[in-house]
C-alpha cells in the first residue's frame, strides 16, 4: 500500500503552522512533540503507522473551525479522527498532515424523549450515547462491537453498522442531522430534529463519507425505546449450503429478526477452544436473534423452529433465560478474540447477495487452499455482510502480503457475484486500491465531483477511499 | 422524447442544449420545470426480485402498481408505503419508481420503516452531459465509496435522470390494526402519538386530522398484534378510550381529506411537538397531520405566503400545489445553497435538468 510522499513545502514551513494552530487553541490542545504525535500514529488497521506532523484536540466548533481556516490557507492535509478504531486505515495520518480528533467534543446539547432524539457532540462514544438515555427506555440502535470505544463522529465517517442492524439499519438510517465545518472553516447545519432536507439530501452523501467532505462536530440522531426483550436461538447444520438455505427461508417466512449470525467450521472450532461456549460441533451454525414481549419471542421462535426443521438441523438450542442467551452469544462475540489467540489475521468486510452465500463459503475454502492460508468466517448473514477472518504471521516474511492478496481476491469475488467491498468498516487506505474492481472511472468520478464540491483544494483526508492514480491531478491541484 | 434504453438516454443528454423535463409518469412531479418533456417510462422491467433475500431491482420507468402487485403476490412489499399523488395534484398517470425515488415519497410507516431513501440501495442515472452513472449495488449493507443513491433520492431529477433502482424490502405482516382516540386537541394528539411512538409496541403509523380523531397502527403476527393492542390502550388509557376502526392508512398517505378542494397544498417537515402551534398560527382551511407531527399537510388559501406568516419554524415548508409565484422549496442557508448550486453545476453542467426546480 502506497501513500503519497509528504508535501516538503508543507514540512519546510512547520513551525509557522504550529505558531498559528496554538494562537487559535488553549494549550493543551495542540500536539506536536515527536514522542507524543505516535499516539496517533495509526487506527486500528495497525499494520500501517505514520506520526502526523501535528494533532489538535479542539473542544468548540469554532476551534475546529479555526484550525480547518489555517490548514486551508497553509494547505495542510486534514484527516478527522474519532476514536481511531477504523478497520480500514481510514484515521491513518500523512507526515505532512494535521490530525483533526474530535474526542474532546463528547457533551449531550439536548435529549427529548417526545420528538425521540438526541443531540451530541460527535466525539461521544456510541455506547455513551446509549447510556444517556436508556434510564427513560430508549437506546441509539447502530451498535458496532466496537461501541465502547467508537465515537458518533467516526461511525457516522464509516455509516458503521452494528448486530441489530438487520432490523434497525445502520448510521445514516438514524441520523437525522449533522453540523459541519467545511475545509474552508464555513459551520453549516444540515438537517435537524425532523425528517427530510428541504433541498438535495446532503445528509445522506456526508454519511459515510469517511471524512472526506467536512468535519462533523454535532449530531442529531434518532433514539428509539428499548424492546421489552429479546432472545436468541442457535442452530447448527450439517453445511453451509444448508444453513444458506435456511436463513433465506426465515426471511421468506415474513420473519424479521434484529440478527441472524453465521460462523463456519473453522470459526466454530477456534472460539470452542477458546470461549467453551459449548457449541455443537457442525459444519455451519446460526444465531437468530428476535425482539418483544415473551408472548411475542416464543410465537417468533415457534416459526423459526418449523422453518428450521424443515432442513434438519445437527442441533437446535433456543434460550429459555438470560444466562442462556448469553452463553449462546459468547462464542459469537469472542469470535475475534478466538482468532487473535491463535495468530494474526485480517477481517474483510465485503457484502455478497444472500443468495450467493454457499458459492462464496465454498470459493473462499479452495482460495484458502491455494494461498496455503487458513480463514474462519462469521458473519451477518441476514444482510450478506461478510466477515472473513484470514489468519497469517507477521513475523513470517511475506505473510502478510499473501493474506493481503487472498483478501483482495475474496473481495473481487464478492463484487463478483453482485456485492461490494465494504458492507460497514469503509474503503480508508485497506481497500482503496480496489476500487476499480467495484467501480468503472465514470462511476468513481461521479463521487470525486462531490469532493471537489465540498472540498475543492483536496486537502480533507486526501490519499483515502479513492486509488491514488485517480486523484493524482486533483490532490496535486 | 421517451428513450427506451440506457444508451439512447445517454445519447439525447449528451446531445440536448435547451431544459428538459423529467417526467416518470407524470403522477407527481411539483414545482415548474420548463421546456421539452423527456419521458422514462420506456425504462421499464424488473431485472431482479430474489424474495429470500428482501431485494429488488427494477428499471426506473417501471410502473408501481406492477410492482406492488409482483411483491405481494410474494407476501412482500417496499418497506415505506408509496403515495399515490393523483388525487391532490389532479394528474392522471402511472406512477414510476424512479419517480418515486426522484421524490422520495414515503408514506405513513416511515415513522417505524423509513423513508424511500431508507429503502434505496443502489441506483443507475445518466447526469446533465450523458454519462452514465452507477452508485450502489443489490446488497442491503454497503459503504463502499460515496452514498449517491442517497443523494439522488428527492433530487427531483435535477442531477441526473434515473434508469435503475435497487430496494430492500419487506414481509407483508400477518395483521393490522388501526386504532383511534377521539376528541383530543391537536396538541394532545401530538402528545399521545408521541407516547405511541416512544413505546416499545412498534406503532407503524401515528396521523391526527383534526374533527377525525387520532389514529395509530400496529403490524404482524396475530398473536402479537393482540397483545399490544391491549398494551398501547393501556399506555394511552389518559388520552381517553382506544377503540379499533377500520383502515385509514391510504387516506393519510393520499391526503384524501384534500382532494377536491381548492388552495394551495403545503407540506411542512417539522420537530414534531412543535407541529399543534405551527398549525395553530397558519390560519389553514384544512389539517392533517401524520409521522405524530412530524409531518403536517395544510390547505391554505390561494398565494397565501406560508413561510413569511409563520417565520422560523423547526422544521420547513414546501408548497406542493399552487398556481402562485412563491417558490416551491424553502430556501436553504446561504452556505448550503452554494454546495447545491455546486452539485447541480457539476452533475448537469448544460443546465438542462428540471432547470428552475429546487432554489
Ligand atoms: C474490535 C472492533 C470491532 C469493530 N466492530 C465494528 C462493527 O461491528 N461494525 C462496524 O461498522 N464497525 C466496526 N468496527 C470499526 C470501527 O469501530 C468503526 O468504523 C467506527 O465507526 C470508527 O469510529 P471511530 O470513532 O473510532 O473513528 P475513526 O477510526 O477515528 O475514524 C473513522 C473515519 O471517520 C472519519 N472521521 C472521524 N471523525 C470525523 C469527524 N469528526 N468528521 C468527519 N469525519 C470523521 C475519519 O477520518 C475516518 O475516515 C470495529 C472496530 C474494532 C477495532
Not at chain 1, 198 to 206: A, E, K, Q, S, Y
Not at chain 2, 189 to 212: C, D, I, K
Request: net charge negative; glycine share 12%; charged share 20%.
Amino acid at each position: 500500500m502506497d501513500m503519497p510522499l509528504p508535501d516538503a513545502s508543507v514540512l519546510a514551513r512547520r513551525d509557522r503552522i504550529l505558531a498559528q494552530l496554538a494562537a487559535v487553541l488553549p494549550g493543551d490542545a495542540l500536539i506536536s512533540d515527536p514522542t507524543e504525535t505516535r499516539a496517533y500514529e495509526c487506527d486500528a488497521l495497525t499494520a500501517y503507522r505514520c506520526p502526523p506532523m501535528a494533532a489538535v484536540l479542539p473542544r468548540t466548533t469554532a476551534e475546529v473551525a479555526a484550525v480547518l481556516r489555517i490548514c486551508h490557507a497553509e494547505r495542510v492535509p486534514v484527516v478527522p479522527r474519532g476514536s481511531g478504531t477504523s478497520l480500514a486505515g481510514g484515521a491513518l495520518p500523512t507526515a505532512d498532515c494535521v490530525i483533526l480528533g474530535i474526542a474532546r467534543m463528547n457533551g449531550v446539547i439536548e435529549t427529548d424523549y417526545a420528538d425521540r432524539f438526541i443531540h451530541v457532540q460527535t466525539g461521544r462514544t456510541n455506547l455513551s450515547v446509549t447510556g444517556a438515555v436508556e434510564h427513560e427506555g430508549f437506546c441509539y440502535a447502530p451498535d458496532p462491537s466496537s461501541q465502547l470505544a467508537c465515537a458518533i463522529a467516526g461511525n457516522i465517517g464509516m455509516n458503521s453498522g452494528g448486530a441489530h442492524c438487520l432490523k434497525y439499519g445502520v448510521t445514516t438510517n438514524n441520523l437525522l442531522g449533522v453540523r459541519i465545518v467545511t475545509m474552508t472553516g464555513d459551520v453549516l447545519t444540515i438537517g435537524g430534529p425532523w425528517s427530510d432536507a428541504p433541498g438535495l439530501d446532503l445528509l445522506g452523501v456526508i454519511c459515510g463519507s469517511e471524512g472526506q467532505l467536512g468535519v462533523v462536530t454535532e449530531a442529531w440522531l434518532r433514539i428509539l425505546p428499548k424492546p421489552e426483550g429479546a432472545r436468541p436461538v442457535l442452530m447448527g447444520f450439517a453445511s453451509n449450503e444448508v444453513a444458506g438455505a435456511c436463513v433465506s427461508d426465515i426471511i421468506k417466512g415474513g420473519l424479521l429478526p434484529v440478527a441472524i449470525e453465521f460462523m463456519d467450521r473453522p470459526c466454530i472450532q477456534a472460539t470452542e477452544a477458546f470461549a467453551k461456549a459449548g457449541y455443537p460441533d457442525c459444519e455451519a451454525l446460526l444465531i437468530v436473534e428476535v425482539e418483544g414481549s415473551p408472548t411475542e419471542i416464543d410465537d417468533q421462535l415457534a416459526r423459526i423452529k418449523a422453518i428450521a426443521e424443515r432442513h434438519t438441523p445437527v442441533a437446535y438450542r433456543e434460550s429459555r433465560s438470560e444466562d442462556e442467551s448469553k452463553r449462546i452469544w459468547l462464542g459469537r462475540k469472542s469470535a475475534f478474540g478466538a482468532m487473535g489467540q491463535m495468530g494474526d489475521y485480517i477481517c474483510l468486510d465485503g457484502t455478497i447477495p444472500v443468495s450467493e452465500l454457499p458459492f462464496v463459503l465454498r470459493r473462499i475454502g479452495e482460495l484458502a487452499d491455494d494461498y496455503g492460508l487458513r480463514v474462519a468466517n462469521v458473519f451477518h448473514a441476514g444482510d450478506g455482510n461478510m466477515h472473513p477472518l484470514i489468519l497469517f504471521n507477521a513475523n513470517r516474511a511475506g505473510d502478510l502480503e499473501k493474506a493481503e492478496a487472498m483478501g483482495a481476491d475474496i473481495l473481487r469475488l464478492c463484487v463478483d457475484v453482485g456485492g461490494c467491498l465494504t458492507g460497514e468498516h469503509g474503503v480508508g487506505v485497506e481497500k482503496r486500491d480496489l476500487m476499480h474492481a467495484q467501480f468503472k472511472r465514470d462511476d468513481m468520478e461521479a463521487q470525486l465531483r462531490v469532493k471537489d464540491v465540498f472540498d475543492p483544494a483536496w486537502l480533507l483526508n486526501p490519499a483515502k477511499v479513492f486509488p491514488l492514480d485517480v486523484t493524482a491531478g486533483r490532490r496535486a491541484g | 422524447m421517451r428513450p427506451m434504453t440506457e444508451a439512447d438516454l445517454a445519447d439525447i443528454l449528451r446531445a440536448a442544449d435547451a431544459p428538459l423535463v423529467i417526467r416518470g409518469g407524470g403522477t407527481r412531479g411539483i414545482g415548474r420545470a420548463m421546456g421539452e418533456v423527456l419521458e422514462t417510462g420506456g425504462l421499464a422491467g424488473v431485472r431482479i426480485y430474489e424474495p429470500g433475500a428482501l431485494t429488488l431491482v427494477a428499471g426506473a420507468g417501471t410502473s408501481v402498481a406492477e410492482v406492488e402487485a409482483l411483491l405481494a403476490a410474494e407476501g412482500q412489499r417496499l418497506p415505506f408505503e408509496v403515495p399515490d399523488r393523483r388525487g391532490l395534484l389532479g394528474r392522471g398517470g402511472d406512477s414510476t419508481l424512479g419517480g418515486v425515488v426522484a421524490a422520495n415519497a414515503s408514506g405513513p410507516r416511515r415513522v417505524q420503516a423509513g423513508a424511500c431513501r431508507d429503502s434505496l440501495i443502489g441506483v443507475r442515472f445518466v447526469d446533465g452531459a450523458g454519462v452514465v452513472v452507477k452508485n450502489g449495488g443489490r446488497v442491503m449493507k454497503n459503504v463502499t465509496g460515496l452514498d449517491l443513491s442517497k443523494l439522488m433520492a428527492g433530487s427531483h431529477g435535477t442531477l441526473g435522470v434515473l434508469t435503475e433502482v435497487s430496494f430492500k424490502l419487506l414481509p407483508i405482516p400477518e395483521q393490522a390494526v388501526t386504532l383511534r382516540l377521539a376528541g383530543l386537541s391537536d396538541a394532545q394528539a401530538v402528545e399521545a402519538m408521541a407516547a405511541a411512538l416512544g413505546s416499545p409496541f412498534e406503532v407503524t403509523g401515528a396521523a391526527h386530522g383534526p374533527g377525525q380523531g387520532t389514529f395509530l397502527r400496529l403490524e404482524g403476527f396475530e398473536k402479537s398484534v393482540r397483545y399490544r393492542v391491549g398494551q398501547v390502550s393501556r399506555h394511552l388509557a389518559r388520552f381517553g378510550a382506544v377503540e379499533e376502526v377500520a383502515d385509514v392508512w391510504p387516506d393519510v398517505r393520499d391526503v384524501t381529506p384534500f382532494h377536491e378542494r381548492a388552495g394551495d397544498v403545503w407540506r411542512l417537515s417539522l420537530r414534531p411537538s412543535t407541529a399543534a402551534d405551527v398549525v395553530a398560527r397558519a390560519g389553514a382551511e384544512a389539517v392533517l397531520y401524520d409521522w405524530g407531527g412530524g409531518l403536517v399537510w395544510l390547505l391554505t388559501a390561494p398565494g397565501l405566503d406560508l413561510r413569511a406568516r409563520l417565520g422560523a419554524i423547526d422544521g420547513h415548508a414546501t408548497l406542493i400545489r399552487s398556481d402562485s409565484a412563491l417558490p416551491t422549496f424553502a430556501p436553504e442557508s446561504p452556505g448550503v445553497a452554494a454546495l447545491t448550486k455546486g452539485l447541480r453545476a457539476k452533475f448537469d453542467p448544460k443546465g438542462i435538468l428540471n432547470p428552475g426546480l429546487m432554489g
